[in-house]
């Protein structure tokens, strides 16, 4: 125990503690509680990031334009080898005749399967041993290995003549590895059950001329066979037309946010004019209004803007986006309407309305002094959880063609291109789909972030 | 509970009538009436429509038609396909999609409740982080996106085991229906996950629990008398509408997956214009779905006493 | 410590330098900080105190019943008839949550499961603690509510929470809390939530029952016109402490804290006019999460000295079984409590002379 204990009563000097926590306005309270939740911080970065990829990046050196298509680079993933060797223009080619060996059936697959010079994107030319009896061949193409199940692929083509033992592809051919497995045929032209395979890998060629054609090389003088030259660049690749994939979920970005925010705004303020006449005016006419808004409500969303889009009907070269927007926003004001009404319910029953109209204010004047204000935070939330929902119905209409047609690129329709080549060429779905994933994560988070900083504010103003 | 019940279904019916005078409003009311003015079909079907819909009278006579039509549960005659009733139509796929749409939401409620229970069960720990992890990805992602992914899935698998484990698309049998209903669930399973998390976290602090474990109870008692059972209530309010939400991704499911169900149908007709079984889908569908809240708030009405005796 | 109460009775609770923290955002908070207490068969223990002072964390936390995390019990003892509770039970496995001890809480509205009926709710307790079948329970239970002077018992044991009034929900609760005949009734603030008339209706029917069946009764409040009413012995707690413990009579007619000066001072002297519970002491409680390192009570107390300030009183004893924690009680210090009694004169009124 303290040796030295002082019973001196102290009166004046007492530190009272306050606990004085500056009173901060609504908007910088709510702002300092967002700021504190870092996912909500991160997220409003990100929307920001969006932003500027939308308007800004179109505008980049490396990003091209996004309905321009480059045809020597067809599905190109990101990343993907871009060089090109040089070659002679294309000569036709004679082929592989043999003396056809007569003989009986059963027949044998080829005893093997050759490949005649290089394999390149220009052509490849294969030849094979002749079969005893055969009467032709079918030669097919495949990306995959036959084995084990015996698909052989795409049938290219059939040789007829029993001495000819050759064929030359240059069907759209792509550098990458193909196999090539030759049927043998009798007689009648049946296919017998057996083949043999080659595997090929093609290389990129392009003649001098085409190099210069596409920009990648001054003159012809520079290049000489056998040289190496860099097709353009597509940083995120290109998809089944050869358009650059930045360029469109850039392009896309801007039809999708477009819609992902207008529309929420639009049908937004149409919700607040009407939940705050409602609200307003009270009584009958608030329940019939009400009663109205419950039947919108009811009206099944997705058919019914399937229907909106064939009354208006879309033209070519339409791009189907205002009558989405004019259909989202007849459809969804009703939840808004709802909430606002509610709100200046709640105010209304606080009082201080009733106190400042017998101060002789006047109704409009109310209504701007007090509940806009009041209700604005649950507004500003409830915009920030439509604009993904927005999105992926945009998305979501757009991928089963019934939303934004086509060419105007948006990340919905470009997932429905992507899908096509979903097994071969993931990209082309892989990449829009993220984009539309990660504004929807980050509306959603942001919302989450907006919804507890308003809240708590909300909470201690109890 | 009988009154109410009666209240509901009469203000079903007229939610019913709204949709199907919206319905009606709006195809007839645009510039251009299409069901007027269509050229691209063939004599014998213009007869066949003019007869049924009284194509040739007053627009109020039409509307009388009309309605008098689905009064009696009549949706017409096809535009686009000669001597098809929509009604035959709507029974060959709705029962496909409805059964994709019951498993879709029996996998969404059942996960969402077991998820959201052991999430809020190990709250901030590893199961929690994980599954809402996933959770924020499911909400995120659109459905169609699972339905590739489930597709481009299920075709690794096979090749990986060398045989068909599940098919990847069609309908048939119930192997087709496990990896489309799966991916169809998904979305609405996170959403109920992340309801039924913050509704037990709130009911496990609740003032009514702390009852139960002053009485002394055994903690899977408490669980499932006082906490599971009232943090499903809040889950079941929403399962009416997360039906609607199923029902839209069926059609991205069923075009995906090659399934025969309405929604798929839907999407061709709208592709050949066919009008009347555009308008007949959207009426039916919309009645199913104001038909399925009705269901689940009388069934909400069995587990929540106090709704039982307004 | 120089003056700790050292008595060896036959206490059937005796809780010992209980220590609770709880983990939240803004730091630790130090919600009680080194209690102790004694409960006896048959007699009424009233812990009085502030709102947030620790009252209810006392008495959950014997029980068990502390959220964990946040919450955490650091220090301190509780014994259950000599025999150390942990977890709601004791040392020798006895379940002492709803068996040896009953608790009954403030807010009787949301304290009952909404989706279970009353009856269902209380033959709960029975069939665990008692291993009865559903139906020899709900017989029980019926019992039991008619104990509680409910009417019509047998058809309101079939009824839900929500078709009953906040006092029949108290007598539901109470039949909850005593129908496996606890030696111990918990109850924390039981008519805090009530209109006055029900508060002394309730308040009759837990001195009945404590009546017949020899029970115990930890009362929490902070209305002092209740404690008056019920108590044998009271505890005024403040910051976390127990400022002064004593018997009623000691603590009414003979306080020893300036705390309980000053609450009596503020307490209306006529209970009718007591709408709510007034408290005008000037200030408010030390913020816990750095509590004073020396008297808690420091900043409002208009005794305080040199020595309040960084160092803790300790308890003295002032008389048999009454203790307070005041430096005015240091041998050393001229000035005297009761030179302070200066508005305690006033008698009470509801309170059995
Ligand atoms: N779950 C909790 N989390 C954080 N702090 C808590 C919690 N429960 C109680 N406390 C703190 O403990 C202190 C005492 O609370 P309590 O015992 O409920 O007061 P009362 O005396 O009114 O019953 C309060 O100041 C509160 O801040
Ligand atoms: S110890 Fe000092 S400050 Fe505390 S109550 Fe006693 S006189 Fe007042
Ligand atoms: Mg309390």
Same mark, same amino acid.
């Given at each position: 125990m303290n040796a030295a204990l002082s019973f001196r009563p102290i009166v004046a000097?007492? =530190?009272?503690e306050v606990i004085s926590?500056?009173? %901060?306005s609504y908007w910088r309270d709510a702002w300092i509680r967002l700021k504190a939740n870092r996912r909500a911080l991160v997220s409003l970065y990100i929307v920001i990031a969006l932003g500027l990829f939308t308007v800004v990046g179109p505008w980049l050196p490396f990003v091209p334009n996004h309905s321009a298509q480059d045809l020597d680079q067809i599905s190109s993933p990101p990343g993907a080898d871009r060089t090109a060797t040089i070659v002679e223009p294309y000569v036709p080619w004679s082929g592989v005749t043999v003396n056809a060996p007569g003989g009986q059936a059963p027949l044998e697959a080829p005893a093997s399967v050759s490949l005649a010079g290089e394999a390149t994107t220009q052509a490849v030319r294969i030849f094979w041993d002749p079969v005893r009896g055969a009467h032709g061949y079918r030669i097919y193409r495949n990306i995959a290995h036959p084995a084990p199940d015996d698909a052989l692929g795409m049938p290219l083509a059939d040789v007829l003549v029993p001495s000819r033992v050759s064929f030359e592809d240059r069907l759209d051919i792509k550098p990458q590895e193909y196999f090539y497995s030759v049927v043998p045929l009798d007689r009648n032209g049946r296919e017998a059950p057996v083949y043999a395979t080659l595997d090929v890998s093609a290389i990129r060629v392009i003649t001098a001329e085409e190099a210069v054609k596409r920009g990648l090389a001054g003159s012809t003088a520079d290049l000489a066979i056998g040289d190496q030259v860099e097709l353009k660049l597509h940083v995120l690749g290109t998809d089944? %037309?050869?358009? =650059?994939m930045l360029a469109r979920l850039m392009h896309g970005a801007r039809v999708s946010l477009f819609i992902g925010i207008v529309a929420p705004f639009l049908f937004i303020l149409v919700g607040i004019l009407y939940g705050s006449a409602a609200g307003f005016v009270g009584g009958r006419v608030d329940q019939v209004l009400m009663r109205f808004a419950d039947f919108v409500v009811a009206l099944p969303f997705l058919l019914f803007m399937i229907l909106f889009r064939i009354l208006f009907k879309i033209e070519g070269g339409d791009s189907g986006i205002a009558p989405m927007l004019i259909a989202m926003v007849i459809l969804s004001w009703p939840a808004a309407a709802r909430l606002v009404r509610g709100q200046i319910l709640q105010i209304r029953e606080e009082g201080y309305i009733s106190a400042s109209r017998l101060l002789g204010a006047k109704t409009p004047y109310l209504v701007l002094r007090h509940m806009i204000p009041n209700t604005m935070g649950v507004i500003l939330v409830t915009i920030t959880f439509a604009v993904p929902s927005a999105i992926f119905t945009e998305a979501f209409l757009s991928f089963i063609g019934m939303g934004v047609a086509p060419p105007t690129p948006s990340w919905g329709s470009m997932c429905n291109e992507g899908i096509k080549t979903m097994l071969t060429y993931p990209h082309e779905l892989i990449f829009p789909a993220l984009f539309i994933s990660i504004t929807v994560l980050a509306f959603n988070l942001l919302g989450d972030g907006l919804r507890d900083a308003l809240d708590a504010r909300m909470r201690s103003q109890e | 509970m009988i009154l109410y019940t009666i209240k509901r279904l009469i203000q079903g019916v007229i939610t019913v009538w709204f949709i199907a005078t919206a319905t009606f409003f709006a195809m007839h009311g645009v510039p251009g009436d299409p069901l007027m003015t269509d050229k691209a079909m063939s004599e014998e079907v213009r007869k066949n429509l003019d007869a049924h819909y009284g194509f040739d009278q007053p627009k109020w006579k039409q509307y009388g038609i009309y309605i008098g039509h689905m009064v009696q549960g009549d949706f017409g005659i096809s535009f686009a396909q000669e001597n098809r009733r929509v009604n035959d139509i709507l029974w060959e796929h709705f029962p496909v999609s409805a059964f994709l749409g019951i498993l879709a939401i029996t996998f969404a409620g059942l996960g969402g409740i077991l998820f959201g229970a052991l999430t809020a069960r190990y709250r901030n720990r590893m199961p929690d982080i994980v599954i809402m992890f996933l959770v924020i990805l499911g909400i995120s992602v659109p459905s169609f996106v699972f339905a590739a992914l489930g597709q481009l899935a299920l075709v690794k698998l096979n090749a990986f085991f060398g045989t068909s484990i599940l098919p990847v698309a069609g309908w048939g049998t119930l192997s087709h229906m496990i990896a489309p209903s799966l991916v169809l669930g998904l979305g609405t399973m996170a959403f109920l996950t992340r309801l039924m998390r913050s509704s037990m976290l709130e009911i496990v602090s609740s003032d009514y629990v702390r009852t139960a474990r002053s009485k002394g109870l055994p903690t899977t008692r408490i669980f499932l008398r006082h906490e599971l059972r009232n943090a499903i209530l809040p889950v079941v309010t929403v399962l009416g509408p997360s039906i609607a939400a199923i029902t839209t991704g069926g059609f991205v499911v069923e075009l995906v997956f090659a399934i025969p169900g309405l929604g798929r149908y839907f999407v061709q007709a709208v592709q050949q214009l066919d009008y009347t079984v555009i308008m007949g889908t959207t009426v039916f569908y919309g009645a199913f779905l104001v038909f399925m809240v009705i269901v689940v708030d009388l069934l909400y009405g069995l587990i929540d006493p106090r709704v039982r005796l307004e | 410590m120089t003056a700790v109460i050292d008595q060896v009775t036959s206490a059937l609770l005796e809780v010992r330098d209980l220590e609770v923290e709880f983990d939240t955002y803004g730091g630790t908070v130090r919600a009680v900080r080194g209690v102790s207490f004694e409960v006896h068969a048959g007699k009424t223990l009233a812990i009085v105190g502030e709102s947030g002072c620790g009252k209810s964390v006392t008495v959950q936390s014997i029980m068990g019943l502390i959220p964990s995390p946040p919450g955490r019990i650091v220090g301190g003892t509780a014994k259950l008839r000599g025999k150390e509770i942990v977890d709601g039970v004791t040392a020798d496995g006895e379940i002492v949550r709803g068996s040896r001890i009953g608790m009954i809480f403030q807010d009787p509205m949301t304290s009952l499961n909404p989706t279970m009926t009353i009856g269902d709710q209380i033959a709960e307790t029975l069939q665990v603690h008692?291993?009865?079948s559903h139906s020899q329970a709900l017989r029980l239970a019926v019992e039991l509510l008619e104990m509680t002077r409910i009417n019509e018992p047998s058809r309101r044991a079939r009824q839900y929470p929500f078709e009953f009034s906040g006092g029949m929900l108290q007598r539901s609760m109470i039949a909850m809390a005593i129908a496996c005949r606890p030696s111990i009734l918990i109850a924390d603030e039981p008519t805090t939530a009530l209109d006055v008339t029900i508060q002394s209706q309730i308040l009759d029917l837990l001195r009945d029952l404590q009546q017949e069946n020899n029970m115990a009764i930890v009362l929490i409040t902070h209305d002092l016109g209740v404690v008056a009413r019920m108590a044998d012995e009271v505890a005024v707690m403040y910051a976390g402490e127990f400022l002064e413990t004593g018997t009623a009579d000691d603590i009414f007619y003979n306080s020893a804290h300036p705390y309980t000066v000053g609450l009596r001072a503020a307490m209306p002297t006529n209970r009718d006019e007591s709408e709510q519970d007034l408290m005008p002491i000037d200030g408010s409680p030390p913020d816990l999460f750095a509590p004073p390192p020396g008297c808690a009570y420091f900043a409002r107390c208009p005794h305080a000295m040199e020595a309040c300030r960084n160092d803790p009183p300790p308890g003295f004893a002032v008389g048999s079984g009454h203790m307070t924690r005041c430096w005015l009680h240091h041998a050393d210090c001229s000035r005297r409590i009761e030179d302070l009694?200066? #508005? #305690? #004169?006033a008698p009470l009124e509801g309170r059995d002379a």
């Open positions: 000097e007492r =530190d009272v926590r500056p009173s %901060l089944y %037309l050869g358009r =650059d | - | 008692r291993g009865f009694h200066y #508005a #305690a #004169a």
